[in-house]
């Protein structure tokens, strides 16, 4: 997660400041924003197509739910690859 990284870490050539030189802090505010994404992604899965009047529309609201979920995941799992290769 590249907006995150205020832990140590270094690579051979980049050195990266260190803002929080506790693994342990770091590792609160990953499980923190790991559950509070849980959390908000599974009130929108849940709620988001009982915002629709009928049943068909709420069908279809979930399977666009579910599409983009899975396409959102296979985005980050390729971008991952890319960015592994580029550092």
């Known amino acids: 997660n590249l907006n995150f ?3 140590d870490f270094a690579y051979d050539f ?7 030189p506790s693994d342990t802090a770091y590792l609160i ?3 923190v924003f790991t559950m509070s994404n849980e959390y908000i992604g ?3 899965m849940m709620y988001g197509p009982k915002l629709l009047p009928n049943g068909v ?5 979930a399977s ?3 599409s983009f979920l899975v396409l ?3 985005v980050g799992a390729a971008m991952s ?3 592994v290769q580029l550092l």
């Open 81 to 83: 690859g890319l960015i």
């Open 42 to 44: 599974s009130i929108a």
């Open 29 to 31: 505010f990953m499980v």
């Open 5 to 7: 990284r205020i832990g």
């Open 72 to 74: 959102g995941l296979a």
């Open 64 to 66: 666009f739910l579910v």
């Open 57 to 61: 529309d709420q069908g279809r609201a």
């Open 14 to 20: 980049f050195v990266f400041q260190v803002y929080i």
